[in-house]
């Protein structure tokens, strides 16, 4: 479904699109870029502020996946506002829903989005009992599996006012990275680095970055969707489901995914389509 075509720069901007929501993809993606530093030594994973402060997390996790700042990642009053807003989705948002897209999919491992925070380290990826000292685990959800054979990690793409959501699949055995785009972008270099060293930490060898077919997927027409279809891609590739929707369903996905998290359900999330 989703194949590689002939490469190209892909240029587009959501505030060419739509005028009146420009609050996420809205503004040019080099701004900032300048003081960034990003670096990838054999596997290391590093990202490094101009000021060169960087972010490790605690080891005290558990076996569903990580723990860092308590509470932070549960969405709150403003995070949900955005949902029925037409605003930016906090990742808070785009975990808990891609949370409970794995449940039940074993093979599956989803990589936790704070990866792309700004300063985030990691260098190991393993069971528990073999961390080194030292060593900053990449935060997934599970802790670890040794017979994954999907990984998700949804990607949040920062500069300055620049706000986007993209979405990586990584397939263990053909050693390969498949890339999603809403705006039919490239990816930026610093990203493509960093998504390539997580590949190879998790897979043990270099992985072949191929990004999808433009029109093998939606096409993102306004400022502010760009984490529904995501979650949405990352849906339809686990699921084997069509890759197109109507802007009708996405403000569905918005409504149904607010009360679904506002009511705290406890059944899986269930889209309408």
């Not at 599956?108 to 925070?117: Q, S």
Request: net charge negative; aromatic share 10%; charged share 25%.
């Amino acid at each position: 479904m989703f194949e590689k075509t002939s490469e190209g720069s892909r240029n587009h901007s959501c505030d060419q699109q739509e005028q009146q929501q420009p609050r996420e993809c809205n503004a040019s993606r080099d701004v900032c870029m300048e003081s960034m530093v990003k670096e990838f030594d054999g596997g290391n994973i590093e990202q490094k502020t101009s000021n060169n402060d960087t972010i490790e997390l605690d080891d005290n996790d558990d076996e569903e996946g990580i723990k860092y700042e308590l509470g932070q990642d549960h969405p709150t009053t403003q995070h949900l506002q955005r949902l029925i807003k037409n605003e930016y989705l906090d990742d808070s948002i785009i975990m808990r829903v891609l949370q409970d897209l794995r449940m039940g999919m074993e093979s599956v491992v989803l990589i936790d989005a704070i990866i792309w925070t700004d300063g985030f380290v990691s260098n190991f990826w393993g069971p528990r009992q073999l961390k080194p000292k030292g060593r900053a685990k990449l935060p997934t959800i599970p802790y670890y599996d040794e017979k994954w054979e999907t990984a998700v990690a949804p990607i949040n793409i920062s500069f300055g006012e620049y706000k986007h959501w993209t979405l990586a699949v990584i397939k263990k055995k053909l050693k390969k990275i498949t890339y999603f785009d809403p705006l039919k972008d490239d990816l930026p270099h610093g990203h493509l680095i960093k998504l390539l060293a997580i590949a190879q930490l998790m897979v043990g060898s270099p992985c072949e970055f191929v990004p999808a077919a433009p029109e093998s997927f939606m096409t993102q027409t306004d400022g502010y969707n760009c984490g529904v279809i995501a979650c949405l891609l990352a849906r339809s590739y686990l699921l084997h489901l069509s890759p197109f929707w109507s802007q009708k369903q996405l403000a569905q996905w918005r409504q149904r995914v607010h009360d679904w998290i506002k009511n705290d359900e406890t059944e899986p999330l269930d889209l309408g389509f």
